[in-house]
């Protein structure tokens, strides 16, 4: 065939190559992809309000729980054996510093480790007071059974709920501008 009948005359960079190939660039491959199937997924309440399930937030707050109960029903234990002549205000003073500081650990676990928002913080805090008051006002209830005993068993879950909520505020808003 003769050049003169062609409209165009191609020229190839190489004589390897082909015209769409250009050797500067590197060769790209093109991929058909399927549009993602979006599966239905459970939601519980706590995931909805701040984007975590309920096994995170016991995954958080589950080690410093059981530091808290650990220390607050032995002190009490050990406070009825052994150490009776010890005032029962300087328990409880000692025992509201350990709660304080506990909580306060939960804050900075919660922020360095799980990089949980306030909002989570607080939330998991909260958790960790009702939780771990439910369990004293349980351990109190059979402990010495009684009127007050009974009154613990809503009063400290609250009480702890509010330390909870007022230590991990307090320190969200102090230490971590999240």
Do not use: C
């Not at 975590?52 to 937030?57: G, R």
């Not at 234990?77 to 010890?86: D, E, G, M, P």
């Not at 900075?108 to 928002?117: G, I, Y």
């Not at 702890?160 to 808003?173: D, E, R």
């Amino acid at each position: 065939m003769d050049s003169e009948n062609h409209k165009r005359e191609v020229q190839y960079a190489s004589d390897d190559g082909q015209p769409w190939e250009n050797l500067e660039e590197p060769a790209r491959l093109i991929v058909e992809t399927k549009p993602k199937q979006v599966l239905a997924k459970n939601i519980g309440l706590a995931e909805l309000i701040f984007g975590q399930s309920l096994n995170w937030y016991f995954s958080v707050i589950s080690w410093p729980l059981f530091i808290l109960l650990f220390l607050e029903i032995g002190l009490r234990v050990l406070h009825a054996k052994y150490f009776s002549n010890v005032s029962a205000g300087f328990l409880d003073g000692t025992l509201n510093v350990l709660r304080i500081i506990l909580l306060g650990y939960l804050v900075v676990l919660a922020h360095r480790q799980f990089k949980a928002t306030s909002r989570q913080i607080i939330l998991a805090a909260v958790l960790m007071g009702f939780l771990a008051g439910l369990a004293l006002g349980l351990f109190l209830l059979f402990w010495h059974f009684g009127l007050a005993s009974i009154i613990n068993l809503i009063g400290l879950p609250l009480l702890l709920t509010a330390y909870g909520w007022l230590v991990s505020w307090l320190l969200t808003k102090t230490f971590y501008k999240i």
